[in-house]
């Protein structure tokens, strides 16, 4: 079946401007998380949605990101403002349920702000 | 705080000889753990799972680890390395304390000499 899809693949954008990346999680999965992969900071996580519940922001490194999910299934992450260490991959995952559930990724999209 | 320490930044052995990926995590009780590959410019993939069913866990490709609760460590083993597990290698935990989200070791590069 289907995995998990990211758009774009790659962006690249001024510094400055808003971004705006996209994740499509397998289809009945219910839970969908964010991670950004970077040379200096690793894997890190973003933020996370579990149904219709409130989602955990914890990992956002500033107000500057923000993401939603509609519908239960697509997500949207927005960065506004870029800045040049908002470069990086940024890599969407989902699982059934929860995250002891096994998570699946996506390809990624790899962000560069000039 | 809940951490992961993957011990080798890098790995190089030869083809055919043993792989051995080193992990250590801090927690106050037993977390699920996995291990992920990711492949250059590919997206991560699952190794294999631990959920406290058994502490010798197999995986796919022939790895596999095993879970010590008294030394804290998931290491990762494969008998016989080969040229086409040449990857980034991590090291992940979650559920501590509740919490959603994966927490990722810096990784280890795994490199196969001929």
């Known amino acids: 079946g289907a995995g998990v899809s990211q758009s774009p693949s790659n962006k690249v954008t001024e510094k400055g401007k808003d971004v705006e990346l996209r994740c499509d999680p397998i289809s009945g999965h219910t839970a969908l998380y964010w991670y950004r992969q970077s040379l200096g900071q690793g894997l890190e996580f973003l933020i996370y949605?579990?149904?219709?519940?409130?989602?955990?922001k914890s990992g956002l490194p500033s107000d500057r990101f923000s993401a939603e999910r509609t519908g239960g299934s697509v997500s949207t992450l927005t960065i506004q403002r870029t800045q040049q260490e908002d470069s990086a991959v940024y890599l969407c995952?989902?699982?059934?349920?929860?995250?002891?559930?096994?998570?699946?990724f996506g390809p990624g999209t790899r962000l560069t702000v000039l | 705080a809940q951490s992961v320490t993957q011990l080798d930044s890098h790995v190089s052995v030869s083809e055919g000889t043993p792989v051995l990926l080193r992990c250590n995590y801090s927690s106050s009780y037993s977390p699920s753990l996995f291990w992920y590959v990711q492949h250059p410019n590919k997206g991560l993939q699952l190794l294999l799972k631990y959920t406290s069913a058994a502490t010798l866990v197999k995986g796919i490709n022939g790895f596999e680890a095993e879970f010590k609760k008294s030394e804290t460590s998931f290491h990762l083993t494969k008998p016989s390395a080969h040229m086409s597990d040449a990857a980034e290698y991590f090291c992940v935990v979650s559920g501590f304390q509740g919490a959603q989200k994966l927490v990722f070791g810096q990784g280890t590069r795994l490199t196969i000499n001929p």
């Open positions: 949605f579990q149904g219709n519940s409130a989602p955990d």
């Open positions: 995952a989902s699982s059934l349920y929860q995250s002891t559930d096994t998570q699946y």
